[in-house]
């Protein structure tokens, strides 16, 4: 457990903010197999502050997800503070986070995300005119740098702090990289000596034992999951389980997988409506199927398919077939 501003935060496992994901039916989900803290998809300064329907849609949280992590992105520091003072006043939110680390052209050119980490009196600047300007703890999402030439991760950690920020959640990688290469752990543990607020390490964990090597190499006080627990919220649950007890839980069975995917579908149409939500989780339910034998030749089905019906039909066959395969192979291994 660790505390971010006046929030308990109560194990180390933290789901990453991810653009076009972390709505609030992928966010209950994976809160229920345990994450400490879940974030809240990036969402437009401008977009809050000329109240667009569209952002406005994604500043709904469900009261079950908290403690929740909404993440804002901008450039200016007058729209920044605006839409940080909404988040504070009419949202349920427990942090607000500044969003200093997404790599996308479309955000760079509006002097936003990433472009943030070449100039550190920047990120103090603008961190500093948040925190005066909300109650709620301020934290920020950045990566260690720009390039190998521009690594100013601590430097920019520690203006974050300088400011008043609560917490940094850093990626060990740079803008450059994208999510190319090996994320940096090196360089996180520099910053978590540099530094007296909470840092949580983020980049290149996709099994619980990852999450542990990370914590015990950087001394991060949490561990942030992001692209592999899509599909997979399982991964929060064996990560929990193995830092807290050394247990090593077994892989979801094929069925385990569907059930937990169409409870998300559900989410997913309650919140959006179905038209919208089938095609936003067509991209959900290949990632449930990964892993189980067979996944390829069901992924051209779900992408045509326009119903819950159609999608729950063609996930619930292929189960059925996965089933009675393993079946068949465990009677002929006995013979």
């Known amino acids: 457990m660790f505390r ?21 039916a992928f966010r209950l989900t994976v809160k229920e197999f345990g994450a400490g803290l879940v974030c809240a998809e990036m969402i437009s300064d401008k977009g809050i502050v000329f109240k667009n329907e569209k952002t406005m849609n994604l500043l709904y949280i469900d009261e079950r997800e908290k403690p929740l992590s909404l993440q804002i992105f901008g450039g200016e520091k007058e729209t920044l503070v605006e839409a940080a003072k909404f988040v504070d006043e009419h949202t ?14 479309k955000i760079i050119k509006c002097e936003a995300g990433a472009k943030w980490l070449l100039d550190p009196n920047k ?6 005119a948040v925190v005066d300007a909300v109650k709620k703890p301020v934290t920020v999402k950045m990566r260690i740098g720009w390039d190998d030439d521009h690594l100013f991760a601590v430097e920019n950690a520690q203006a974050v702090e300088r400011a008043g920020g609560a917490a940094v959640s850093m990626h060990g990688r740079t803008r450059v990289q994208m999510y ?3 994320a940096n752990w090196d360089i996180l543990r520099e910053v978590k000596k540099a530094i007296h607020i909470p840092l949580i390490g983020n980049g290149d964990v996709k099994t619980p034992q990852d999450a542990e090597r990370l914590l015990q190499q950087t001394g991060c006080d ?5 692209r592999a627990a899509l599909g997979n919220p399982w991964m929060i649950y064996r990560t929990v389980r193995y830092l807290e007890t050394g247990e090593l839980v077994e892989e979801p069975s094929a069925r385990e997988k569907m059930e937990v995917c169409l409870l998300h579908l559900d989410r997913l149409i309650a919140l959006k409506n179905e038209h919208i939500a089938i095609r936003e989780f067509r991209k959900h339910a290949s990632w449930y199927l990964k892993g189980i034998r067979g996944n390829a030749k069901v992924r051209n089905a779900i992408n045509a398919s326009n119903t819950r019906d159609e999608l729950v039909s063609i996930i619930s066959s292929f189960v059925k077939d996965t089933e009675e395969r393993e079946k068949k192979a465990s009677y002929s291994n006995v013979g």
Do not use: F, H, Q, W
């Not at 949490?222 to 992001?226: D, H, L």
């Open 180 to 182: 190319e290469g090996s």
């Open 123 to 128: 990120i103090y600047e603008m961190v500093a």
């Open 222 to 226: 949490g561990v942030m999951i992001g």
């Open 92 to 105: 349920t939110a427990d942090i607000i986070d500044i969003n200093m680390g997404c790599p996308v052209n």
């Open 4 to 24: 971010i501003g006046d929030i308990s935060i109560k194990n180390r496992v933290v789901l990453a903010p991810m653009a076009g994901i972390c709505n609030s």
